[in-house]
T-cell receptor, first 116, second 113 residues
Framework: EPEVTQTPSHQVTQMGQEVILRCVPI?????FYWYRQILGQKVEFLVS????????KSEIFDDQFSVERPDGSNFTLKIRSTKLEDSAMYFC??????????????FGPGTRLTVL | AQSVTQLGSHVSVSEGALVLLRCNYS??????LFWYVQYPNQGLQLLLK??????LVKGINGFEAEFKKSETSFHLTKPSAHMSDAAEYFC???????????FGTGTLLAVQP
C-alpha cells in the first residue's frame, strides 16, 4: 500500500541552526502539507503546497520556514534558524484532491525535531 | 473560522464496552469532518470522514460517526472496544475555500482488560 515517508525520524539540532525535514509523498498525489504537533498540544496546520507553490499558510509559517519540491518525489520543510519553540513532531501529508472534497490526507510517521 | 472541541482528553473503557468519543465543531461553511487515529510512534491514520450525503458514516475497525448539524457534533462510536483500539483519536474539520485540517486536542483512549 502506498504511504508517505519522512526522514529523519528524529533530528536534534542546536538553536540557530538550519534544519531540513524531508518527505516523500504518495506518487500520484498533487497536494502536499506540513503540520506540527508540539508535545501535549494539538496538531497544527503549517502550510499547503500545490502546483509548485504555496496555496495556504498559517500564521506559524513565518519567514523562518520555507517549503520546496526539489524534484518529482521529495517535499521538504526548511527552518532557517531554529528556536527552542520549534521543538515538535512535524508531519507531512499528501492528498490526491483537496481535503475539502472527497480526498483524504495521508500522513507520514513524523519527524521529531528537538532544538537544544 | 473553524474549530473543533473534543470533550475528554482521556477516556477509559473496558474491553467489550461501548466506545464514545465526543467531537463538536464550529464552522461558518458546510463542514467536512474527519476522525484520525494515532498509534504510538506512528502517523495519523484516517478512520472515517463525512463530506456530504449520508450522515451516519462507517469507517475502518468497526468505528462509525454521525454528523448532527443541529448539535454541531460528530461523535465517534464503536459498539465493542478491543484492546487494539487503545490509541489517540483526533477529530478534524475542513471546508470552504481552505484545504487545511483543523484538529481538536485529541482523546487518548485506554482499553482495560
Amino acid at each position: 500500500e502506498p504511504e508517505v515517508t519522512q526522514t529523519p525520524s528524529h533530528q536534534v539540532t542546536q538553536m540557530g541552526q538550519e534544519v531540513i525535514l524531508r518527505c516523500v509523498p504518495i506518487s500520484n498525489h498533487l497536494y502536499f502539507y506540513w503540520y506540527r504537533q508540539i508535545l501535549g498540544q494539538k496538531v497544527e496546520f503549517l502550510v499547503s503546497f500545490y502546483n509548485n507553490e504555496i496555496s495556504e499558510k498559517s500564521e506559524i509559517f513565518d519567514d523562518q520556514f520555507s517549503v520546496e519540491r526539489p524534484d518529482g518525489s521529495n517535499f521538504t520543510l526548511k527552518i532557517r534558524s531554529t528556536k527552542l519553540e520549534d521543538s515538535a513532531m512535524y508531519f507531512c501529508a499528501s492528498s490526491e484532491t483537496l481535503a475539502g472534497g472527497p480526498g483524504e490526507q495521508f500522513f507520514g510517521p513524523g519527524t521529531r525535531l528537538t532544538v537544544l | 473560522a473553524q474549530s473543533v472541541t473534543q470533550l475528554g482528553s482521556h477516556v477509559s473503557v473496558s474491553e467489550g464496552a461501548l466506545v464514545l468519543l465526543r467531537c463538536n465543531y464550529s464552522s461558518s461553511v458546510p463542514p467536512y469532518l474527519f476522525w484520525y487515529v494515532q498509534y504510538p510512534n506512528q502517523g495519523l491514520q484516517l478512520l472515517l470522514k463525512y463530506t456530504t450525503g449520508a450522515t451516519l458514516v462507517k469507517g475502518i475497525n468497526g468505528f462509525e460517526a454521525e454528523f448532527k448539524k443541529s448539535e454541531t457534533s460528530f461523535h465517534l462510536t464503536k459498539p465493542s472496544a478491543h484492546m487494539s483500539d487503545a490509541a489517540e483519536y483526533f477529530c478534524a474539520v475542513s471546508g470552504g475555500a481552505t484545504n487545511k485540517l483543523i484538529f481538536g486536542t485529541g482523546t487518548l483512549l485506554a482499553v482495560q482488560p
